[in-house]
């Protein structure tokens, strides 16, 4: 298997940090390594286990980022470390427990298959949502339709953290130039990569009760209908 890094921005997530991590070791891949994005915001162990689990593990790579203005440019300087570290494949997932490491498999066979990106799909057969709010399963659920009106794609899921990339599409994206910096990250990549190789595989996606502002959700519709502008901006160059 080419080596295919797993970028996980990681903020107080002490309770799960070394479960998670743990298995994905576990799986049968000896060339899956993870590469953990903390930044300042995350103010409990969460380091400290990440620092102990290299120890254990050389799979396992903390990248801190300083400059760090929020998740979405965590996942983003991770994707840059992992390409410089010469990653054929790279696999985006959460930390915290919400996506489940036996569903990483999935995205390694499409990859394998020759598919450019692989999403994550909570709505398609054998996708699953457990312990979340039903607001938050209408906003998700709402967000892709939307979506899919508005910026003409056809995904089951629009706003899935869960994805899977071959290493050419990410090298060929100007990642300084993405608009999002929080929820509509998902769907701005989603949307840019709609004219590539691309297929859903199911995830079971394991909530929790935490909130979205209002502000947040006004931004995110602000900044769909901005994203076509933008397109131009982001691909260096075709595939």
């Known amino acids: 298997m080419e080596k295919t890094v797993i ?7 002490e309770a799960t940090m070394e479960s998670v991590l743990t ?20 103010k409990d162990r969460t380091e400290e286990i990440i620092r102990n689990m290299e120890k254990k593990y050389d799979r396992i790579k903390l990248i801190f980022h300083a400059q760090s203005k929020g998740v979405i440019t965590c996942y983003l300087y991770g994707f840059k470390m992992a390409l410089s570290d010469g990653a054929g494949r ?6 915290g427990g919400s996506h489940r490491p036996e569903d990483i498999h999935r995205f390694i066979e499409k990859l ?7 999403w994550g799909s909570r709505f398609i057969e054998g996708g699953d949502i457990k312990s979340h709010p039903l607001y938050r399963r209408i906003l998700s659920s709402g967000g892709t339709v939307l979506s899919n009106l508005v910026l003409g794609t056809r995904l089951k899921d629009m706003t899935s953290g869960f994805e899977g990339f071959k290493r050419e599409v990410l090298e060929a994206m100007d990642l300084d130039a993405f608009l999002s910096r929080g929820h509509m990250y998902q769907t701005e990549m989603r949307f840019y990569c709609r004219k590539l190789n691309t297929v859903e595989v199911p995830i079971t996606y394991v909530g929790s009760k935490s909130s979205i502002k209002l502000k947040s959700v006004t931004e995110a519709l602000k900044l769909l209908f901005m994203l076509k502008n933008n397109e131009k901006n982001v691909w260096k160059r075709e595939l």
């Open 23 to 42: 298995k994905i070791m576990e799986l049968p891949y000896d060339n899956l390594y993870v590469y953990p994005v903390i930044d300042f915001f995350s």
């Open 90 to 95: 790279i696999i985006e997932m959460d930390g």
């Open 7 to 13: 970028v996980m921005p990681v903020a107080n997530e």
């Open 112 to 118: 394998d298959e020759g598919y450019d990106c692989v």
